[in-house]
């Protein structure tokens, strides 16, 4: 009888718990805040069966249309349209109207802000396939690559910051010291005003949409100068942000994108933002912060990297190799946290280099919109790559390194004018080869050996990029000293780019991959003005001015003398200098 009454107990509880998660997440399911949804078409050319005449050339320029910019598919040469490129004036009559619909935005609450996010994320969640496709087919990537790169990094900022964003830019107190105790001290941060982002291609959606989540939530508007090589895809993401805005009642002009050439970029920072994010490459990223001194813009440079790998010898390469082909090959290389050197402890490396070997090989191109099934490498977005990437490859074979896939364009036997670079894998490469020290940004994995833990560290910090890093090992101590030892701003031990959707932590490098950070409370903060405030604590206490230290001053000595030992008084580390500097404080005061 025991027995069975200990097991109704058992039973009877079990279906409180129950009962009670079931009404826990009914309640919150009732209390969840409601969005607005609202609808954007894709264009037509998103459609898979859509086809377009074909550009036998296909360039962004075309000199009978200087002004214009011309879209085009990368993995078809599907003429897209053109879009035309804003001239200065109309970059400032953009910034005049952010700056007119920020005023109202920064008194928003943090509520309406959140709102705003949330109606954006739902959207994201309902469309992921028209936003994949817009995106695969101004870039050339496969619609795994558009979902790995655009929609789950999107979500992530967006619930990061949604869930985050408030405490992060909540006001923030401060010890004021012993001097000051009578005092409240606390930093407020405010928002800047007008900012911008001057973003990369290789994700377009993603890298328009990071910034603005972050410009939102600190209660700045945005203008967003997106790459001339996505112009197309950029009109689409910008009605999807406009509606949202529109259907909460707040002013569209409060983030505006902006696509052109490189002087829509320069009018960018000139036009009176008072932050600059730029994503690019070293070359332009130096130009941007020229320009930006010049009108003491301050700027986040996140200037690409050239991303390790290093697998130890104990490295369980079951769960490695399939990481590290994603993070060679993702997104066709076209990644700035892309792995461009995998370094292999030498007892491991042929059984490495022969499992990569068979992998790459099974590796097959064209467009996911036009061919379907069975593509696994999309196009590159840029077509004037191929012949820097082919010297890139041929002098490191002419320097000792082996060419074992690839190593130059591909010629699609469907679509001819289609921009394709072979999956190639290159070994036996070191540390001085071009190759070693060069970002690629393409589908090109090149490995490297290393003779133990100190020799690996040595071979990845010869490169002057500095952005992220991954370690593989089972040594889960070794391989996070390891990453403390590596010169970079990010890693990840037996994984790789999976900070970045750890959204609270910032992202950004050093060296040459630029410095400053964006993502994360840094990120957020940094868009902010960080006013120091300092309030009465205390009623009807205020900050006296002793008679001795008072305008004018009777006796330099004796108040010097005062100070002196105030001084001590407050700061000395012993009681005994404390009680000596006391009886000073009360003879200075006689």
């Avoid at 007008?194 to 993603?206: C, D, E, K």
């Avoid at 920072?269 to 008072?274: E, L, R």
């Avoid at 990223?285 to 996140?302: I, M, S």
């Avoid at 609270?504 to 410095?515: A, E, M, N, R």
């Amino acid at each position: 009888m025991d027995g069975l009454t200990s097991e109704w107990t058992t039973v009877q509880w079990a279906t409180l718990a129950l009962g009670a998660l079931v009404s826990w997440l009914l309640l919150t399911w009732i209390s969840q805040p409601k969005t607005l949804k609202f609808k954007v078409e894709p264009p037509a050319a998103a459609d898979p069966s859509w086809k377009g005449p074909i550009l036998e050339n296909p360039n962004i320029r075309d000199p009978k249309h200087p002004n214009e910019i011309v879209c085009y598919d990368p993995s078809t040469a599907y003429h897209l349209g053109n879009v035309p490129s804003p001239t200065p004036d109309q970059v400032h009559d953009a910034y005049k109207r952010a700056e007119a619909a920020q005023k109202k935005w920064a008194k928003t609450s943090f509520e309406q802000r959140r709102a705003v996010l949330r109606s954006l994320l739902e959207f994201v969640l309902d469309n992921q396939e028209a936003i994949c496709r817009v995106d695969c087919r101004d870039t050339g990537k496969t619609m795994i690559d558009a979902s790995l790169g655009e929609v789950i990094t999107t979500c992530a900022k967006l619930r990061w910051t949604i869930d985050h964003g408030e405490r992060v830019l909540a006001q923030d107190y401060r010890d004021p010291g012993l001097m000051m105790m009578y005092k409240h001290a606390k930093v407020v941060y405010q928002p800047m005003g007008v900012v911008a982002a001057l973003v990369s291609w290789n994700y377009p959606f993603h890298n328009v949409l990071g910034p603005v989540i972050s410009a939102l939530m600190s209660g700045n508007a945005i203008l967003v100068k997106s790459s001339e090589y996505v112009a197309w895809s950029t009109q689409y993401y910008q009605e999807i942000v406009s509606k949202c805005l529109e259907v909460h009642g707040h002013d569209p002009a409060l983030v505006q994108f902006i696509t052109g050439f490189a002087d829509v970029g320069e009018a960018v920072v000139q036009c009176g933002v008072k932050h600059v994010t730029f994503i690019g490459s070293p070359g332009v990223g130096k130009l941007v912060q020229r320009n930006a001194t010049d009108y003491l813009v301050p700027c986040v440079l996140e200037l690409g990297g050239k991303d390790c790998a290093i697998l130890l010898k104990d490295t369980d390469l079951t769960q490695a190799i399939p990481v590290l082909m994603r993070g060679a090959f993702q997104n066709c290389g076209q990644n700035c946290i892309g792995i461009e050197r995998i370094v292999v402890a030498a007892e491991i490396y042929d059984k490495v280099v022969n499992e990569m070997e068979a992998r790459v090989n099974k590796l097959r191109q064209g467009s996911v919109l036009a061919d379907g099934e069975g593509v696994d490498c999309g196009a590159q977005t840029m077509g004037n790559q191929f012949e820097k990437l082919e010297a890139l490859v041929q002098d490191a074979v002419s320097r000792g390194a082996r060419l074992l896939k690839g190593g130059k364009r591909y010629q699609h036997p469907k679509h001819t004018h289609g921009q394709y670079f072979e999956p190639t894998l290159l070994v036996d490469v070191t540390p001085e080869m071009e190759i070693a020290n060069e970002e690629v940004f393409a589908p090109i994995m090149v490995i490297m050996k290393h003779t133990g833990p100190e020799d690996a560290v040595r071979v990845v910090n010869a490169c002057p990029y500095g952005l992220g890093a991954s370690v593989f090992s089972a040594d889960k101590a070794l391989a996070e000293r390891m990453c403390l030892d590596l010169r970079v701003g990010m890693a990840n031990v037996n994984d790789f780019a999976v900070n970045y959707l750890c959204q609270s932590l910032p992202f950004g490098g050093v060296g040459i991959s630029g410095y400053g950070r964006f993502a994360g409370p840094e990120g957020l903060r940094g868009l902010c003005v960080p006013k120091a405030v300092t309030i009465d604590r205390i009623p009807f206490v205020k900050t006296p001015i002793p008679p001795i230290l008072d305008y004018p001053i009777g006796s330099l000595v004796k108040s010097y003398t005062f100070l002196e030992n105030m001084i001590k008084t407050i700061y000395a580390p012993n009681y005994l200098t404390k009680i000596k500097s006391v009886v000073g404080l009360a003879k200075a005061s006689m």
